[in-house]
């Protein structure tokens, strides 16, 4: 039990898979511009790995080792189109905010990337846990990015003013602001982790 | 007579010329212009000035003893960022924008990179697109000149974007600065007066600004009518823009001979910068024709800033003898 | 279909919404190879044939075959599945015809299938020039030329970031913002510059 509670914490802080891994970006940045967007990423992104790291750890054994990269594409093309239908059957509205965006989670190298390097070669159960961990850790990393751009960049936070009379920045919300606000958390990240050694 | 025989390897020449120096005299060459500011849009312009440079200066400060460089803020080079910033604000901003504003030309687009001579991008152009992304609000915002009859406060070229036609605005008009605008790019005069300055005591060449005025002229000359590509084609269509206008109005002067010539982002061979002006001035006169902002000399210079890297390294002086 | 819409498109693929400083497509690949000139190019090449080739692959799986059966669901996969194999094709056909082309490309080859630009495009043609299930007039043509674009813009920003990182290794650049973070903010000015174009019409 202890074991798998570890499978799921390293996700969020020691591996965390934009801060300290740097993977999947594109997402991360495009529908970072307020959090309700950032949140329901995450969680879409969050069923794609916990479905494709379980089933991944399922047929190990079955698929071929020389076609397993396309194997693994079609399981995750699977898990996104159903995130997409059901997302477009209950929230329209957040379908439409994310564009093209849930589409190209089967792109997004944190799933590809675990279920190569971790799936493949462990239990359905570590799998699991690891899939969640690693959900978990993209959410948070995406709501720390929207929530500062969304402070900033339009002064307020799901919808609520935060402060009276603050001119927000708008190039916050922007791709620009974007680029630059993971540029300075990485930086940021890495003078903590240069205090640690 | 005393023997001054000294035995030496070479090189033997000196020149008493430094960074620090050179950058004091765009200082200097910059001045006309900030006065001319002051004097057309009053005393608003001078505190605008004021506050760009003194939190540059403290940026570049505070920044230099937390990553425990040597503080330099005495070498001109802040002190020249905050200038020129404020010289692209209007005149009638809130305290806090040249604040901001300097704070961020500083820290993003100068110390971030390892401080003087090794930023890619020009650190006062990065704070004023910086600006203008953020509160739009404020940086287009023009007041009317003052001391003279106040004609309108809109810009020259927003009146031509919107579709609106110039009234009551002669090219002497533009020449001396009696227009809306941004502090130091109005007086095309005082602005004259710095550049020969700097040509005189050859600080600045004359390859990147003249390419640069010239390929703006020259395009907007050629493509400023409208109705060029709409069809029919008709002979002789096109020709006959208002090509003075587009040089004399807008930051193109400023841009072209102060900030274009920059040393540390622009490239470093004859034929390279010849590249860099005719680019500038392509991507200006594109902006000002077709685009939707009004003013286009920030966006072609940074975006020329990066290709810097890209011309240098294939417009490389060839030594005797190698391939390159 | 008219001159002034392909130079939008131009306009619009290249700078504005810049696949990779504005749309953060095949933003890993960007920051991971954008170390040299070279193999920026390189990549940037074989990114461009994939584009262009998967937008023409696409549009005819969607036209010819997603829609008329009223599979139009089966978008994402299918697309997916198409660019891997033929990316896979592509790799097997240089590596027996020309070796050395493979060295030069060939190892970048892989890497495009999960590069989210090429599937990118793909899902944007389909949203931009199919309307209500129907093709538009040229639609096939924009798709074509949006590829071609889409591909441009990446290797426009790969040579100029490679450029930058190539003269900033020269520098002394503060430890804690080294290779990543720089990357994101040197990014962020040049897209911040790209945003002249806003607004553009032609």
Redesign the interface.
């Given at each position: 039990m202890k074991n798998l509670f570890k499978e799921f914490l390293k996700g969020i802080i020691r591996e965390n898979p934009t801060f300290v891994l740097?993977?999947?970006?594109?997402?991360t940045?495009?529908v970072s511009t307020s959090v309700i967007n950032g949140i329901g990423m995450g969680i879409a992104a969050t069923f794609v790995l916990l479905g494709s790291n379980v089933i991944v750890a399922l047929i190990k054994n079955i698929i071929p080792a020389r076609i397993r990269?396309?194997c693994f594409?079609?399981v995750i093309?699977?898990f996104?189109?159903i995130t997409?239908?059901t997302m477009k059957a209950y929230s329209p509205a957040l379908n439409r905010a994310l564009g093209?965006y849930v589409?190209?989670i089967?792109?997004?190298?944190i799933v590809?990337g675990r279920a190569e390097a971790y799936a493949q070669k462990q239990t359905v159960l570590n799998s699991l846990f690891d899939g969640l961990g690693m959900g978990v850790g993209f959410t948070l990393a995406l709501i720390l990015i929207s929530g500062i751009r969304e402070a900033l960049g339009s002064g307020k936070i799901l919808g609520y003013t935060l402060v009276q009379k603050f001119e927000p920045a708008f190039?916050l919300g922007?791709?620009?602001?974007?680029?630059?606000v993971?540029?300075?958390l990485?930086?940021f990240f890495?003078?903590l982790k240069?205090r640690r050694e | 007579m005393k023997s001054k025989l000294i035995v030496n390897v070479s090189p033997h020449l000196h020149k008493d010329e430094s960074v620090s120096k050179i950058m004091w005299m765009v200082v200097i060459s910059l001045i006309p212009a900030g006065v001319a500011g002051v004097l057309i849009f009053g005393l608003d312009a001078l505190w605008v000035i004021l506050l760009g440079i003194v939190s540059a200066l403290i940026t570049e400060w505070i920044i230099q003893l937390l990553?425990k460089r040597r503080v330099t803020i005495l070498d001109g080079s802040a002190f020249l960022t905050g200038l020129l910033l404020a010289y692209n604000l209007p005149a009638k901003v809130p305290f806090w924008l040249p604040v901001v504003g300097s704070f961020f030309a500083i820290a993003?687009?100068k110390?971030?990179?390892?401080?003087l001579g090794?930023n890619?991008?020009n650190p006062a152009l990065?704070g004023r697109?910086?600006l203008v992304?953020s509160w739009p609000k404020y940086m287009t915002t023009f007041t009317p000149p003052q001391n003279f009859d106040a004609i309108t406060s809109a810009t020259p070229l927003a009146i031509i974007k919107e579709g609106r036609i110039l009234e009551k605005i002669s090219y002497l008009n533009l020449f001396f600065g009696n227009r809306g605008g941004c502090i130091g790019e109005v007086c095309i005069f005082a602005l004259v007066l710095g550049a020969l300055f700097l040509f005189i005591r050859g600080y600045i060449s004359w390859h990147i600004p003249i390419t640069y005025t010239v390929v703006v002229g020259l395009f907007t000359y050629i493509f400023g009518q409208k109705g060029l590509?709409t069809p029919p084609l008709r002979a002789g269509a096109g020709f006959g823009g208002d090509w003075l206008l587009h040089i004399l109005s807008g930051g193109l002067i400023l841009g072209a001979f102060f900030m274009a010539t920059d040393y540390v982002t622009s490239p470093l061979t004859r034929c390279g910068q010849i590249i860099f002006g005719i680019g500038c001035g392509l991507?200006t006169a594109i902006?000002r024709l077709?685009?939707?902002?009004p003013e286009?000399v920030?966006?072609?210079i940074?975006?020329m800033?990066?290709?810097?890297?890209?011309i240098?390294?294939y417009t490389k002086n060839r030594i005797y003898g190698t391939k390159i | 279909m008219n001159?002034?819409q392909f130079l939008t498109i131009f306009i619009s693929a290249v700078f504005l919404y810049n696949v990779i400083?504005?749309?953060?497509?095949?933003?890993?690949s960007f920051?991971a190879i954008s170390k040299e000139?070279k193999p920026a190019m390189a990549m940037s090449l074989a990114v461009m044939f994939v584009t262009t080739m998967s937008s023409i692959i696409t549009w005819f799986i969607y036209r010819f075959l997603l829609i008329p059966f009223g599979l139009t669901?089966?978008?994402?996969?299918s697309f997916?599945?198409v660019i891997?194999?033929f990316v896979q094709f592509v790799e097997m056909v240089i590596r027996k015809i020309s070796p050395p082309l493979y060295r030069f490309f060939g190892i970048y080859l892989p890497l495009i299938?999960?590069?989210?630009a090429v599937?990118?495009v793909a899902?944007?043609n389909v949203?931009m020039f199919f309307i209500n299930g129907r093709a538009i007039t040229g639609s096939f043509y924009y798709s074509v030329f949006q590829g071609i674009c889409v591909g441009l813009g990446y290797a426009l920003a790969m040579?100029?970031m490679s450029?930058?990182r190539?003269?900033?290794d020269l520098?002394?650049?503060?430890?804690?913002?080294?290779e990543?973070?720089?990357?994101?903010?040197?990014?962020?000015?040049?897209?911040?510059?790209?945003?002249?174009?806003?607004?553009?019409?032609?």
């Open positions: 740097v993977l999947g970006l594109c997402p940045l495009a990269i396309p594409i079609v093309a699977t996104v189109t997409e239908m093209i589409p190209l089967v792109v997004n190298c590809l190039v922007m791709p620009s602001g974007a680029l630059l993971i540029g300075l990485l930086g890495n003078i240069g | 990553t993003i687009g110390q971030v990179f390892g401080g090794q890619i991008f990065v697109v910086f992304a590509f991507i902006i077709w685009g939707g902002y286009g920030s966006y072609a940074l975006m800033n990066a290709a810097t890297p890209i240098d390294r | 001159v002034a400083l504005s749309r953060f497509l095949g933003l890993c920051v000139t669901y089966l978008r994402t996969i997916i599945l891997a194999t299938t999960v590069n989210c599937l990118g899902v944007l949203d040579l100029l450029g930058i190539e003269r900033l520098c002394n650049v503060p430890k804690s913002v080294k990543f973070p720089l990357a994101f903010i040197i990014a962020s000015i040049m897209s911040l510059s790209f945003m002249g174009f806003n607004g553009f019409k032609f």
